[in-house]
Structure formats: C-alpha cells, structure tokens
C-alpha cells in the first residue's frame, strides 16, 4: 500500500519561489520506479487539474499555464518526487496534490494520493 506525503506548502510574494516534495512510503525503490508520478492542484472554485507529470524516466510533461516556470523531477532512491515553482503568480495559488500512478496490466491501474498541500501566492 502506498502513502504519499507532501512537504508544506506556504505563503510566498508574486515572482517567488517555492519548491514541493512528496515522498512515498509503504513501497519499495524498486515499485516507485514503476510508477508516473505527478502533481495536481485544485483552487477556489475550480476544478483539479494536472500541473505536471514525470515518467518512469524522467520525460515531463507540463500544463500550459506553468511551462516554463515549473520544473517536476524525481529522485528514485529516496521514491520522491518535487516540484520546482519559479515566477510565482496569484493564479497559481491553489492546493497542490501529489500522484502516483501505477502501470496497468489487465485493463486497469490505480492512482494514490498525498493530503494536499496549501500555497498561496499574494502579496
């Protein structure tokens, strides 16, 4: 069973920076390596969307609002994924979820879910 839990969020002025970590436990190195990692967020009103995906190895894939000044990696020794926020805007306030999704085999996978965690973007 898997568990994934993501660092604190915080609050951060207009053209900061704020880095997110989610950690997986309850797996091996070697599972966690299987799995798409990503990171959702949801704001006030509005649906959750995909941020940011990474691949078993390592191709990212972004949505567009946040290409260019988001950067998603993982590391899969310690089965731990981050997001890298730079030029923070009020719009990309929201909470922000991290994901794992597993291979699928027979027609079906599952996806598992940190808490979220809260950042806010104001000045």
């Known amino acids: 069973q898997v568990q994934l839990v993501e660092s604190r969020g915080g609050l951060v002025q207009p053209g900061g920076s704020l880095r997110l970590s989610c950690a997986a436990s309850g797996t091996s190195g070697s599972i966690f390596r299987t799995y798409v990692m990503g990171w959702y967020r949801q704001a006030p009103g509005k649906e959750r969307e995909l941020v940011a995906s990474?691949?078993?190895?390592?191709?990212?894939n972004y949505a567009d609002s946040v290409r260019g000044r988001f950067a998603i990696s993982r590391d899969n020794a310690k089965s731990t994924v981050y997001l890298q926020m730079n030029s923070l805007k009020p719009e990309d306030t929201a909470v922000y979820y991290c994901n794992a999704q597993s291979p699928t085999l027979y027609g079906r996978n599952y996806m598992y879910w940190g808490q979220g965690t809260q950042v806010t973007v104001s000045s």
């Open positions: 990474i691949s078993t190895v390592g191709s990212a």
